[in-house]
């Protein structure tokens, strides 16, 4: 053997050394693949963006921090939210008052070094509380054993004005794509698209609005630019000033990565947040609209140059039923279709289920739900959303506050519902429930003994097909039907990695 190949195994030797063994092997084609399937790991890190909350004075705010425990997750671990920048120029402020500028920064300096919640160790939910219009947004990183599954839920309860009620949104991941159909630029609503970066870089976004007839013009919404760790907030109406009931939103990132949500704020009918629908699709799910639902608007957009024809069904606690009068929707390319459901749910728990009548074409989807009647209706919206997968969870629910939706759309299904400790104590609970197909069940959650606080639940697929779940959570005014709903996708605590062996024979050839 050659000199030179000696000295290049043993540097490789050295190298495996140091790096933990990790080498790639050949394929060898001699025999049958016997290689093992990848492994399933905890993530080692989570980042996680909250939206500014309000710019109502009257908001108050509370932040729930929860990270489920993960077998084989890392022993130590820590978890931290800390304050985004904003521009006051761009953002959603603007109100103009008659405070002294010099301690308007101190008091929002104050805010910003002194975090709302001091995340906990994996298991024990902590809960933080703000009031005001000055409540900044936040941008949080988990590592470790803190970092699978890692939730933070931000719920504001604004008591008069535009947007009065309960909004509530799941603190997300950054991301380069977002989807939001059922925003709009009517007459009485106030729309605002939030956008927060995470990272070192500035991150540039366009912001493209869809309507009745297609792509609204606008140049304003091009290139925008995010500073590194800071929070810009954009006015629906000053991208383009043609008032549309029904728009769907796409943020596409040119460069960097961020988190995106939209704030939608009624002058009747409350507000709350829209967060992003699942990617497009042909077979879609709207999991957990509350049966007492008074009015059900469906919204969709397909961002192909194909026409979708769609067949409309609802998984009630019986089985699929097809709404009367809403067999079928037809979405047009490029367009924005919305469509009046009523109520469509009549008392009982459902989820919408979408399929292709014909050919399978990608749709994005999400409904607005109001409850209640007259001067005492609020409003909420529930996107399509992916399955529970291996687990999901949500963080701040209230014992006598809480509706937790199931829905098994293809195939019969065992879930496991585990309730943590509350944040000021009480101990855990679990159960475990069996869904029919075709069918949705506003499930009789778990509650921990001596609960004392808010906790969270983490629902874990068992066995048998796809899940998909909602959280309802509904407000303290007795006088106004106050609600707020969070869907419940896979956390994507675990990731899957190749196994690998170690083969210097690379090194020869």
Known sequence: MKRTTLSLIACATALAAVTGFAAVSAPDDSGPDTAAPAARLPVERTSLLCPVPSISDLAETS???????????????????????????????GKGDDKDEKGDKDEKDEKAEKPVVQPKAPGTPVAGKTTGADTPALIGTAEGGSAPGWTVQQTTEVAAGTGRGLQGVNCTAPDTEFWFPGASTATGRTDYVHLTNPDDSAAVVDIELYGKDGALKSTVGEGVTVPPHATESLLLSTLSDVKQTDLTVHVGVRSGRLGAAVQALDDKTGGDWLTAAADPASDLVV???PKDATAVRLVLFTPGGTDADLKVRLASPTGLITPAGHE????????????????VTRGEAGSLVLTPTDRSVPVVAAVRVVRGKGDEQESAFIPASDPVGARATAADNLAKSTTLAL??????????????????????????????????????APVPAGLKGSYALTVETVSGGPVHASRTLTGTDDDVASFTVQTLPDDRGMVSVPNADEDLSVLQK
């Not at 729930?64 to 953002?91: Q, R």
């Open 407 to 444: 829905s098994a759309p293809d195939a019969a299904a065992k879930v496991k519902v585990t309730a943590s400790a509350g944040t000021e104590g009480g101990t855990t609970a679990t159960k475990t429930y069996t869904l029919k197909a075709g069918t949705t069940q506003n499930v009789d």
């Open 287 to 289: 999991p957990g609209i």
């Open 63 to 93: 932040y729930t921090s929860f990270t489920p425990v993960t077998k084989g997750a890392d022993e130590k671990g820590s978890a931290a939210l800390v304050a985004a920048e904003s521009d006051d120029a761009t953002g959603a402020g």
């Open 328 to 343: 079928t929707v037809h979405v047009k390319a490029g367009m924005t279709t919305g469509v009046d459901l009523g109520e």
